[in-house]
């Protein structure tokens, strides 16, 4: 079955502390997402590619990094820079068009 | 930009019942309004959409209706059971410039109750 994969599903970093969350789709799709969830909150862009070796800031890129080496890759870094990093954090992917995305089952990253 | 508004925030029905939730929209040359469902824990599902070159849009108890004149598009939930307690965000993209982004509405928290 076709879909996209995060992974771990639970993160604890310590401060300080550099993580990479992983995103992989086996659905061809050229454009991935990031987005970050915080309870009760709207869903926040972080990063979006749109193709592969190429990358754009969200609304909310401080403190992140991501790469885009592979279509169906799209790895996002919370680096110790982003203040307050504890959340949920959704990968999505889309065809290209105005279509709908298909979402991960996201990663919940813990500060502690 | 864009700026989709989305309410209740908060629903709660009985089973049975109909639920409606209502998004409207700034940008007249939007073209395409998804609905997602997310249950706790996971990440949204993609239920239903409509572009801009439809009214309505049925898929058996859900329903998504738009209003390009008044800038507004509803989902409508018939003989709501439990498992359809969740919240569902609203979107809307492809407005001027022509992004592929969407816009999400901030989520409504729907509660149904046996």
């Known amino acids: 079955d076709g879909g996209i994969t995060q992974s771990p599903k639970y993160l604890f970093r310590k401060e300080g502390q550099n993580v990479t969350l992983s995103c992989e789709q086996n659905?061809?799709?050229?454009?991935m997402y990031w987005y970050r969830q915080d309870p009760g909150q709207g869903l926040r862009l972080i990063y979006y590619?749109?193709?592969?070796?190429?990358?754009q800031k969200g609304d909310i890129a401080e403190g992140y990094s991501v790469s885009r080496e592979k279509k169906e890759s799209f790895p996002l870094t919370v680096t110790s820079a982003q203040k307050n990093p504890t959340a949920f954090y959704l990968c999505?992917?889309?065809?290209?068009?105005?279509?709908?995305?298909?979402f991960g089952s996201g990663t919940r990253l813990t500060v502690v | 930009g864009e700026n989709v508004e989305q309410h209740p925030s908060t629903l709660s029905v009985q089973e049975g019942d109909s639920a409606v939730i209502k998004c409207t929209y700034s940008d007249s040359a939007s073209n395409y309004f998804p609905w997602y469902k997310q249950e706790l824990g996971k990440g949204p599902q993609l239920i239903i959409d409509i572009r801009s070159n439809v009214g309505e849009k049925k898929d058996q108890r859900i329903a998504v209706t738009l209003n390009k004149t008044a800038k507004h598009f509803s989902l409508h939930i018939t003989e709501t059971q439990p498992e359809d307690s969740a919240v569902y965000f609203c979107a809307a993209l492809g407005g001027s410039g022509g992004s592929y982004i969407p816009t999400f509405g901030r989520g409504t928290s729907l509660i149904v109750h046996p």
């Open positions: 590619s749109q193709i592969v070796n190429d990358f």
């Open positions: 999505a992917s889309a065809r290209p068009g105005y279509y709908g995305y298909t």
């Open positions: 659905l061809n799709h050229d454009a």
